[in-house]
């Protein structure tokens, strides 16, 4: 049964960097049929996807516009997990954060979710 | 990308339908059939109830149903119940290869 568990500190501060892990289990971070995807939820938000990552035969990220200067999202192999970065952040980056899974097939079908971080930016 | 656009706020009473649209452009609804819908509790990781556009994952209710034209997308749910009460997101596939969810729509069971 596949498992996403993240894993990040809750508090950030204002021009710092944001940081997530998500762990995969029972699927593997390099299948040539998923991609790993970011997604954050607030309530002046709502949902905004950030971005993923995915292989096929090679590894490609995409991502939001609206972070698409500050996000970096990396595939880490050895650990079978994704990351996160979120650079110079502000407190409207101020959300939970969560991972999830889609697939080629079916784009935008996010399952599972993560349990999601609550990152709050303060000094 | 610009969200998609959803009402609100949508109500209605036990055992009655609600349905809650979601409009968005021939760059993402009007032109793949990726569309789907999210079910979200405070405090909970949202939940897939639709996905290409009016297929339902294994143990959500056929109470609640999606469908589509032109641009824009649609979720009933039938036979409203107390536990429908939460915040509803849409989402679509674009034609940049990104994601883009709709503005949600806080449903209240009278």
């Known amino acids: 049964q596949l498992q996403l568990q993240q894993s990040g500190p809750g508090l950030v501060k204002p021009s710092q960097t944001l940081s997530l892990t998500c762990a995969i289990s029972g699927d593997s971070v390099s299948s040539n049929s998923a991609a790993w995807n970011w997604i954050r939820q607030s309530p002046s938000r709502g949902l905004e996807w950030l971005g993923k990552t995915y292989y096929r035969s090679n590894w490609f990220s995409d991502y939001a516009v609206s972070v698409k200067s500050r996000i970096t999202i990396n595939p880490d192999t050895s650990r079978n997990q994704v990351s996160l970065q979120l650079n110079s952040v502000t407190p409207e980056d101020t959300a939970v954060y969560y991972c999830?899974?889609?697939?080629?097939?079916?784009?935008?079908?996010?399952?599972?979710w993560g349990q999601g971080t609550l990152v709050t930016v303060s000094s | 990308q610009s969200a998609l656009t959803q009402p609100a706020s949508v109500s209605g009473s036990p055992g009655q339908s609600i349905t809650i649209s979601c409009t968005g452009t021939?760059?993402?609804?009007?032109?793949?059939?990726?569309v789907s819908w999210y079910q979200h509790h405070p405090g909970k990781a949202p939940k897939l109830m639709i996905y290409d556009v009016s297929n339902r994952p294994s143990g959500v209710s056929n109470r609640f149903s999606g469908s589509k034209s032109g641009n824009t997308a649609s979720l009933t749910i039938s036979g409203l119940q107390a536990e429908d009460e939460a915040d509803y997101y849409c989402g679509s596939y674009t034609t940049t290869s990104t994601q883009v969810f709709g503005t949600g729509t806080k449903v209240t069971v009278l």
């Open positions: 021939s760059s993402d609804i009007g032109v793949y059939n990726y």
């Open positions: 999830a899974r889609d697939t080629r097939w079916s784009p935008g079908r996010f399952d599972p």
